[in-house]
Each structure stands twice: as structure tokens, then as C-alpha cells.
């Protein structure tokens, strides 16, 4: 059974600051990783998807690494400001065919000014 | 182009009772899938429905069901509601369901069971 993990749990960091979270998920055999964004009491936005067969995506300030063998990704955020406060979500897709995602508890950013 | 929307916002049911949520998937998509996500919790799977045949469903007994119609709006519905189903149920729809899509998420409905 895949299981997702997402550390640290929560962080609150001044602005300005480069960030690095971090998931790691059990079975490797995945077909792809995507990470999400959550506001408080809302659904999520689809901020990176990256297929098995590809190591990074880039938009913006963010960039995320994948490497499969190991069974961790991380989402690096440059510069971060106070909007990239949220609730930042990974999950795995291992199905094939369909997309039925594993998610993580997830990691709770503060930005604070 | 609309976005994914969901109905109610939020509800209160008591245990024992059945519960219906609407969601409507945006423009184009023939793909909706449902989520149930518990407070503090990741979003769990619940089912996917592609062109109104379910594609795929989570590990949630079959008193969670759904519907997806010929417009590619859909319905989650939950009978003998147990306190344990309050939580956010988010749908999300995409296009093709064929995996690896980009899934565009509604708000959410909130419910509460007492």
C-alpha cells in the first residue's frame, strides 16, 4: 500500500526566504507526482505535475525535483512572500490508466512579513 | 471558461441520515473525481466516473456512491451518514481520464454529521 510523507509537518519562515519541502512516498513504482496548493477551507490548485519519466518541473518561484528511485520529491519555493502562505499537498499516482492519487498530511507554510 | 463549482458550501446531517452533493465540472472535462478530506488529513479518493461509468474507487464502502451525467455534472451520495464522514468533499474534474492530467479542483462542500 503506497503511504506519502510530507516533512515537516509545519513551517513559518520570515520573508524573503528559500524553502524546501519535502515528500517521500513507498512504492516507486509511480506514474507520476504532482504538488498542490490549499488555502484554508478551500480546494486545492495544481501548482507542478511531474511525469515518472521526467526529474524536474519549474513555474516561477517554484521548482520540483522527482527521483523516483528513491521515493522523494522535493518542492523548492525561492524568495518566498507572504501569499505563498498555505497548505502545500503532494500525492502519487500509481494506477495507470485512471488517476487515483495518494496524498500526503501535507506541509502548513506561514510567510510572515 | 467556468471553474468547478460544488453545492452545498456547507451542511449539517444527522447519523443515520443520506446525503447528496452536487458538483459540476468545468467546461469540456469528461472527468470528475471525489475526495473526502478529513480535518488535518490529506484528501482520501473516493471514486472517479469517466463519460458516467465509474473508472476507479478507493477503499470506501458502497454506501458512498455516485452519478456522473450526460452534461459531465456529478453526485456523490452517502446513505447511513456515521459521525466519522464529516469532513470537506472536494470534486475535482479533468479532461480524458486517461492519468497524468492536470485535475482542476471546486471548493468544496463541508459537512457535518451529528
Known amino acids: 500500500k503506497q503511504e506519502v510523507t510530507q516533512i515537516p509537518a509545519a513551517l513559518s519562515v520570515p520573508e524573503g526566504e528559500n524553502l524546501v519541502l519535502n515528500c517521500s512516498f513507498t512504492?516507486?513504482?509511480?506514474?507520476?507526482l504532482q504538488w498542490f496548493r490549499q488555502d484554508p477551507g478551500k480546494g486545492l490548485t495544481s501548482l507542478l505535475l511531474?511525469?515518472?519519466?521526467?526529474r524536474e518541473q519549474t513555474s516561477g518561484r517554484l521548482n520540483a525535483s522527482l527521483d523516483k528511485s528513491s521515493g522523494r520529491s522535493t518542492l523548492y519555493i525561492a524568495a518566498s512572500q507572504p501569499g505563498d502562505s498555505a497548505t502545500y499537498l503532494c500525492?502519487?499516482?500509481?494506477?495507470?490508466?485512471?488517476?487515483?492519487?495518494?496524498f500526503g498530511r501535507g506541509t502548513s507554510l506561514i510567510v510572515h512579513p | 471558461e467556468t471553474g468547478v463549482t460544488q453545492s452545498p458550501t456547507h451542511l449539517i446531517k444527522t447519523r443515520g441520515q443520506q446525503v447528496t452533493l452536487r458538483c459540476s465540472s468545468q467546461?469540456?472535462?469528461?472527468?470528475v473525481s471525489w475526495y473526502q478530506q478529513a480535518l488535518g488529513q490529506g484528501p482520501q479518493f473516493i471514486f472517479q466516473?469517466?463519460?458516467?461509468?465509474?473508472?476507479g474507487r478507493g477503499n470506501f464502502p458502497p454506501r458512498f456512491s455516485g452519478l456522473q451525467f450526460p452534461n459531465y455534472s456529478s453526485e456523490l451520495n452517502v446513505n447511513a451518514l456515521e459521525l466519522d464522514d464529516s469532513a470537506l468533499y472536494l470534486c475535482?474534474?479533468?479532461?480524458?481520464?486517461?492519468?497524468?492530467?492536470?485535475?482542476?479542483f471546486g471548493p468544496g462542500t463541508r459537512l457535518l454529521v451529528l
Open positions: 475535482a474534474s479533468s479532461l480524458a481520464g486517461g492519468g497524468g492530467e492536470t485535475q482542476y
Open positions: 511531474i511525469q515518472s519519466s521526467q
Open positions: 467546461s469540456g472535462h469528461n472527468t
Open positions: 500525492a502519487v499516482d500509481a494506477s495507470g490508466g485512471s488517476y487515483i492519487p495518494t
Open positions: 512504492d516507486s513504482a509511480i506514474y507520476n
Open positions: 466516473y469517466y463519460r458516467e461509468e465509474e473508472n
